[in-house]
């Protein structure tokens, strides 16, 4: 008897403990199964977004009556705006599902929640203030990853800087401009982008002509250079639509200035300016058409 006496308050006294160690493994069981559905949900998202349609050719195509970028790397550059949403979404759902979980053990065990929460609330407020830079630069890269306003190999103007853009984080974009200058730029800073790469681009010539030139016949000239240029096999697929000659531009103190444009892939308006430009002097050339003495003395083409 005095045995049974002495080992019942002990056994006592531990069922409150087993008790709220029976709970703890059931809320910490539960979050996991609960993070592993979600992480399972956005993989399947993700890997759908990853499998839309795309093509490694230069052009364009309808579908339900949006215009569908089939540039090269589209898909890849779809993949990981899919993959970096997703990375954000486990994040950030990982970190919910983490604070719900210990903050309801805590209460489990008799930690007082509300002075914790007074607590946490004030520090994150003082973090916010320190960091609001930071918080800024990645508030900033997801808006802009969301709106898919430029990725990797898109060629971009952020004012400061253009280039090719290298590397997109949330924090920051890395671009090369033309000269090989590799610039970091942070989200947070960035004001406006000048999208060169989305959809189309446009190829833009200016030619100058002397003043005593027949523009109707050097109009008719670029018009046939543009045209044969077309219908090369070599711009199949990089010239969208047929060429257009707009005309006179301006009236230069040099001559005058006539513009032709054409519609191409994007990232090809400059390779096709330059083909066209040597197609035109060519042309020019050959039927006479001058160009002022002034441009080629200093050295410049049409």
Known sequence: MFG???TLPDTLALEPLVAA???I?????????L???????????????????????FGRTKAGG????????AGERRKQRAQALGGLLTSV????????TLVTILSVVGVPIAPLLTSAGILGIA???????????????????????????DWIDLGDASGEVEDVTLRVTRLRDTDGTVWYVRNGEVLRVGNQSQGWARSVLDVTVDYDTDLDRAQQVLAEEAHAMAEDPEFKGVILEEPSVWGVNDLAKDGVVLRVAIKTAPLQQWATTRALRGRVKARFDAEGITIPRSLLAAGVTP
């Open 4 to 6: 049974l006496d002495v």
């Open 21 to 23: 160690g029976v709970r």
């Open 25 to 33: 493994g059931v809320i910490v069981l539960f979050a996991l199964v």
């Open 35 to 57: 993070r592993w559905l979600a992480g399972r949900g956005i993989r399947r998202v993700v890997h759908r977004a990853t499998k839309g349609p795309g093509s490694s050719a």
């Open 66 to 73: 949006a215009l569908r970028d089939l540039r090269p790397g």
């Open 93 to 100: 759902v990982t970190i919910l599902i983490a604070g719900v």
């Open 127 to 153: 973090l916010g203030f320190g960091a609001q830079t930071l918080v800024k630069d990645y508030l900033a890269g997801i808006f802009m990853i969301l709106e898919d306003q430029y990725g990797i190999g």
